[in-house]
């Protein structure tokens, strides 16, 4: 299992950016599907955004799409989620995850490792 380290939470007003990073501890980060998923309070934990092993392939919930950007640098070991023009209902815990398999990638379920979660705030 790896083991993941989230940072680059804060407060935040509404319309601006933020940058959150995941740097796995294993050696092999380059075999793992990387996705982040956030929880808000009172709501179930949701899918964000997640990115292949490689790189190329990168998918996000409909939330978020075109305002979140999703990367890895594999040979720096990290995963980054450039989030702009950021609203209130972002507003929440963001935890990264990884897996193995590129496959259902949306689900909870099959992520086998996830970090700590940063709190990522926004403010009218």
């Known amino acids: 299992q790896e083991q993941l380290l989230e940072s680059g939470g804060g407060l935040v007003q509404v319309g601006d950016s933020l940058r959150l990073s995941c740097t796995p501890s294993g050696r092999a980060f380059s075999r793992y599907v990387l996705a982040w998923f956030r929880q808000a309070p009172g709501k179930e934990r949701e899918f964000v955004a997640a990115v292949s092993g490689s790189g190329n392939i990168r998918d996000y919930a409909d939330s978020v799409r075109g305002r979140f950007t999703i990367s890895r640098d594999n040979a720096k070991n990290t995963m980054t989620l450039e989030m702009n023009r950021l609203k209130t209902d972002d507003a929440a815990v963001y935890h990264c995850?990884?897996?193995?398999?590129?496959?259902?990638?949306?689900?909870?379920?099959?992520?086998?490792?996830w970090g700590q979660g940063t709190q990522v705030t926004v403010s009218t």
């Open positions: 995850a990884a897996r193995g398999i590129w496959t259902r990638w949306w689900k909870e379920e099959g992520y086998d490792s």
